[in-house]
């Protein structure tokens, strides 16, 4: 039976995450206010599997911010890819003009986050 060398990589520091929220504020400008909460556990109820999340607020019938959670114990790479993925979301306007909560993961949708990707990983 072959042994595989066990990898694990550390979640990001909160001074990594810090810079990784800024490089998105920088280089993806939100339309709304944005909180992003890095927390191992979720600001709502949401399923156990669930390692990010995207929500909005409404006021008088108007888009007023949104939150974005981030699993706090995902390692570097996962959660720089959760944070993109919940980023598009944010940037895809059908979504955030939609109150029904409704999160699409359309064609569109992967062509904002293949972007995204892209461009995260052409910036140091």
Same mark, same amino acid.
């Given at each position: 039976?072959?042994?595989?060398? /066990? ?11 810090? /810079? $990784?929220?800024? /490089?998105?504020?920088q280089?993806?400008? @939100?339309? +709304?206010?944005?909180? !992003? ?5 979720? @600001? ?14 409404? /006021?008088?019938?108007?888009? =007023? &911010? %949104? !939150? +974005?959670? +981030? =699993?706090? &114990?995902? @390692?570097? !790479?996962? %959660? !720089? =890819? %959760?944070?993109?993925? #919940?980023?598009?979301?944010?940037? &895809?306007? #059908? ?5 029904? *909560?409704?999160?699409?993961? =359309?064609? %569109?949708?992967?062509?904002? $986050? *293949? ?6 990983? &052409?910036?140091?």
């Amino acid at each position: 039976k072959e042994q595989r060398a /066990k990898m694990t990589y550390p979640p990001p520091t909160k001074q990594e995450w810090r /810079k $990784f929220v800024r /490089k998105a504020r920088q280089l993806f400008p @939100p339309p +709304i206010p944005v909180k !992003v909460v890095h927390s191992p556990s979720p @600001p709502f109820s949401v399923p156990s599997w669930w390692c990010g999340g995207f929500w909005c607020w409404y /006021k008088g019938g108007r888009l =007023d &911010r %949104a !939150v +974005i959670w +981030i =699993d706090s &114990r995902l @390692p570097r !790479v996962s %959660a !720089v =890819d %959760a944070l993109l993925h #919940e980023w598009a979301h944010l940037l &895809r306007e #059908e979504e955030l003009q939609d109150p029904s *909560g409704e999160c699409l993961h =359309d064609d %569109a949708f992967w062509t904002t $986050f *293949g972007e995204l990707f892209r461009t995260w990983t &052409r910036v140091p």
